[in-house]
């Protein structure tokens, strides 16, 4: 009775510390008398996002979604492949390392325009600069991962003659799947925040262009919406992450190999 107790209470502190925050943030607009241009009241926000037709709703978050998923599964398709070569290859490690130090260091909003002017219009360049994004910690954590194997484990296969490939599907990626997935949950994160980014740019549609085209209309309420729904958008995408880590892995969870 007691442990169920425990698992309500953690599960219900988080929401109820959320509608804390939600009614300090009504309480103090009303009694500040703060006005809607500058800080709307999260009532005003709700009745922002209502006056919006569904339909527009879905055009826009399906818009940035698109891109997300396609940036994000590129920098996974291409970050994996990348990270087991990086963990196989010394001469890769010094060459290519530096590079995507290089690439990452480089502050992605400055060059998106020069993305977009050099790719065109359409859904390209917003999938390229949501992949730059993306994709570096994919690569990283992966490496990580795969360097990390025991070398008692490594032995023990070249002991029983396995080869390259079933050592690394074998030992060195099922060894690293905490670290994978732990870099899949901060990119499915970034993939949104590279698609707004995106949008900021160069768009016609998607969440990103609705905040900067409510905002340059001073419909600051109805920008908070889109901020909203984006901020749900991104949380969907991490829980599907941690849905699909704990259905087909759910011993690299955190924690797990100590219960």
Do not use: N
């Not at 970050?79 to 290519?96: D, K, M, V, Y």
């Not at 130090?101 to 359409?122: E, F, K, N, Y």
């Not at 993939?191 to 900067?212: Q, T």
Request: some cysteine; proline content about 6%.
């Amino acid at each position: 009775m007691v442990h169920k107790v425990g698992i309500w209470a953690d599960r219900l502190t988080p929401f109820l510390a959320f509608v804390g925050v939600l009614a300090v943030w009504e309480s103090a607009t009303w009694l500040f008398s703060i006005p809607s241009f500058l800080l709307p009241s999260p009532w005003q926000i709700a009745a922002a996002a209502a006056a919006v037709e569904s339909s527009t709703w879905a055009t826009h978050i399906w818009a940035t979604l698109r891109v997300a998923l396609i940036g994000y599964g590129a920098s996974i398709a291409i970050g994996i492949p990348l990270a087991i070569c990086l963990s196989g290859s010394r001469f890769l490690t010094r060459t290519l390392y530096p590079m995507l130090i290089i690439i990452q260091s480089t502050p992605v909003v400055a060059v998106a325009p020069i993305i977009v002017v050099t790719l065109g219009a359409g859904d390209m360049p917003r999938v390229v600069i949501t992949f730059l994004i993306a994709f570096f910690p994919i690569v990283v954590s992966t490496t990580t991962g795969l360097m990390a194997t025991p070398d008692e484990l490594i032995e023990l296969s070249r002991s029983l003659r396995a080869g390259r490939r079933r050592e690394i599907t074998q030992i060195r990626l099922p060894f690293a799947l905490p670290h994978i997935f732990s870099a899949l949950k901060i990119s499915v994160t970034l993939s949104v925040i590279g698609a707004v980014v995106a949008e900021f740019v160069a768009a016609d549609s998607g969440l990103g262009y609705f905040i900067g085209l409510s905002t340059s209309f001073f419909k600051i309420p109805q920008a908070f919406a889109g901020l909203a729904v984006l901020i749900l958008l991104s949380l969907v995408m991490f829980r599907c992450v941690v849905w699909t880590q704990s259905r087909f892995a759910p011993w690299s969870l955190p924690g797990a190999q100590q219960e």
